[in-house]
């Protein structure tokens, strides 16, 4: 089994709001990712976990902020968006960073 | 970082027809990968192909590391091969996986 469940498929979510998505494998994979996608344009990183620690940031504004409660889960917990962080969000998971990664379906985020 | 460049952008494809897809990278790799990202934003993965070839079905992949480039070959398409195609590397002194900018494929019936 190769599979990365994401939920939810889609979100819309308000400014003020306070949304998370969920990230979740059952491969034993040990380093976890946040990707996020505009429209025509190829993943871009946002974060990396190894052994359930942070272990990349991009940089990301903090009103994205993530969480790997075990081996299994990933979140990103999301305040106070703005509209230009509609994107699709995409998880992925490996055995190690240097190996072959498996992508969820994501989630389709508008930010009205 | 490493960079990584795709050729073409764009490919119009008649169906049946063959391709060949381009992956570029400026340095030496311990990962890369290729997929295929269908219209509803699911990456596929393709191929894991730090070097060497591979095959399966209509898709074959090679990868030769010490000229830092890999290929994609898509023989007899069909019009589900539409998509855009990623070429994605791991760099070896980098620890993420870095995007391409992808080839949109469209495969006309």
């Known amino acids: 089994d190769t599979e990365v469940t994401q939920t939810p498929k889609h979100l819309v979510m308000g400014m003020t709001n306070k949304k998370s998505l969920k990230c979740e494998q059952h491969?034993?994979?040990?380093?976890m990712y946040w990707y996020k996608q505009k429209a025509k344009k190829p993943p871009e990183l946002m974060f990396v976990?190894?052994?359930?620690?942070?272990?990349i940031n991009e940089s990301v504004p903090s009103r994205f902020s993530p969480e790997c409660p075990n081996s299994s889960l990933l979140n990103l917990h999301l305040h106070a968006l703005q509209p230009e962080d509609s994107a699709l969000y995409l998880c992925?998971?490996?055995?190690?960073?240097?190996?072959?990664?498996?992508f969820g379906q994501g989630t389709r985020l508008t930010v009205v | 970082g490493i960079q990584v460049e795709q050729s073409p952008p764009d490919l119009i494809l008649q169906e049946g027809a063959n391709s060949t897809l381009r992956c570029n990278f400026s340095?030496?790799?311990?990962?890369l990968q290729w997929f295929h990202q269908n219209p509803w934003g699911q990456l596929i993965n393709l191929f894991y192909?730090?070097?060497g070839t591979k095959q399966n079905g209509r898709l074959s992949a090679t990868t030769v590391a010490t000229e830092r480039y890999s290929l994609l070959y898509i023989s007899s398409s069909q019009t589900t091969d539409s998509g855009v195609y990623f070429c994605?590397?791991?760099?070896?002194?980098?620890?993420?996986?870095?995007f391409g900018g992808g080839t949109r494929v469209l495969v006309k019936p």
């Open positions: 994605a590397v791991v760099g070896a002194a980098g620890n993420k996986l870095t």
């Open positions: 192909i730090p070097s």
């Open positions: 976990y190894s052994y359930e620690k942070l272990s």
């Open positions: 340095d030496s790799v311990n990962n």
């Open positions: 992925a998971s490996s055995w190690n960073l240097a190996t072959e990664a498996f």
């Open positions: 491969m034993g994979h040990r380093a």
